[in-house]
């Protein structure tokens, strides 16, 4: 098992677009034994403490396998929209990880 955690920057003004991304990856996570386990918008009352810029969205994921994630990361269907991520999104703390 492995869980990937995203803070994710959006571009402002870009929002609407990177809702559009999301709406086709997140169902696609599923056809690779993973699970969207966690999606936070945070707003301003959510940070108790913050050393670094606050993210659009916070993302936690889990992947049955590390070939399941990469598998997920070259679907064909979700790479005909990446433009649609790379319009949107400004940039992504990317942190992966096994439960311990």
């Known amino acids: 098992m492995i869980f ?3 803070l ?3 571009i402002e003004g870009q929002e609407e677009v ?10 696609t996570i599923l056809k690779y034994n993973g699970q969207l386990l966690l999606r936070v918008r945070p ?5 108790i403490e913050s050393n670094i810029e ?5 993302h936690l994921v889990e992947f049955a396998s590390e ?9 064909e269907e979700r790479k005909k ?3 649609l991520k790379e319009q ?4 992504v703390l990317f942190i992966k990880g096994a439960k311990l």
């Open 4 to 6: 990937i955690t995203q």
């Open 8 to 10: 994710i920057y959006v």
């Open 18 to 27: 990177f809702h559009q991304f999301e709406d086709i990856a997140i169902p």
């Open 43 to 47: 707003d301003d009352k959510s940070y």
């Open 54 to 58: 606050k993210p659009y969205e916070i």
């Open 67 to 75: 070939e399941d994630f990469e598998n997920f990361k070259h679907d």
């Open 81 to 83: 929209f990446l433009y």
């Open 88 to 91: 949107s999104i400004r940039s």
